[in-house]
């Protein structure tokens, strides 16, 4: 059967190009038309391409603005919300420094109030000292007088001796409380507490009558016919406290004389 017989609808041109290799384009068969129907136009497929790429660079176009607007939005938000954090901790800070320095002011305050306090109550401490003290030592020395004048001697020794744990440099105690002791007939006593006044109060008076002491001691001893070393020694007591002393000097040379050479040197 020949290739016209086998493919029958082909022309010769479609043969020479099938048998050259190229490639053959069917034909479409004529459409029928139908009795008063127009028949359907195809669109053209460019048509249609032409305007989806259209929409679809639209569609894009307004997510890129939209993701574009939400970028705005979200860095407005987030630099407003910086902003509004930068504030508020500027404001705590503020708050903070303040609150601080009020703290500080009212330790200060109170620090100021103690330091007031301490020195008011300091003061009059003092106060209570100094005008307190001798007038308790005044009432304590005014007991012991009236207790030695009523010779109730052991009842002015406590009262001098009061006196002088206020006052230890009252002259008037030490010398009540000496001539307290030698009116009981203690005369070492009296003699020792006028020697520790006399180094307390460095007081003339004192000393004038702690000498005094030594001095009728030693007359005793020598009216008695007792003069011996321990005479010579307060004798040459009160000449160490006052040179000039003409009694003592006196004294010692009688003393000098009853003494034997031996005791004398």
């Not at 008011?120 to 005008?131: A, Q, R, S, W």
């Amino acid at each position: 059967m020949s290739e016209r017989t086998r493919e029958p609808g082909r022309t010769a041109v479609d043969r020479e190009r099938r048998s050259s290799g190229q490639p053959v384009k069917k034909k479409r068969p004529p459409q029928s038309q139908g009795s008063g129907t127009a028949a359907k136009k195809k669109r053209p497929a460019s048509a249609g391409n032409k305007k989806k790429p259209a929409a679809k660079r639209a569609a894009a176009s307004s997510r890129k603005k939209a993701r574009m607007a939400d970028d705005r939005i979200r860095r407005t938000s987030g630099r407003i919300g910086r902003e509004e954090d930068e504030r508020m901790s500027s404001r705590d800070k503020e708050r903070a420094r303040r609150r601080q320095e009020r703290l500080r002011r009212v330790r200060r305050q109170k620090m100021i109030m103690a330091a007031s306090v301490t020195v008011i109550v300091l003061c009059l401490l003092t106060i209570l000292i100094i005008f307190l003290s001798p007038a308790k030592s005044i009432v304590s020395l005014s007991k012991g007088d009236k207790y030695a004048g009523n010779e109730e001697y052991d009842k002015a020794l406590e009262a001098y001796q009061e006196a002088l744990e206020i006052n230890e440099k009252s002259v008037r105690a030490y010398r009540g409380a000496a001539g307290c002791y030698r009116m009981k007939g203690q005369i070492e006593e009296a003699e020792q507490i006028l020697y520790t006044g006399w180094e307390k109060t460095k007081d003339e008076g004192i000393l004038g009558y702690y000498n005094k002491l030594l001095i009728n001691e030693a007359v005793e001893d020598i009216n008695a016919g007792n003069c011996t070393q321990t005479t010579m020694d307060k004798l040459n007591q009160v000449l160490m406290n006052d040179p000039q002393n003409q009694d003592a000097l006196s004294l010692r040379d009688i003393c000098k004389e009853r003494l034997s050479p031996g005791e004398a040197q």
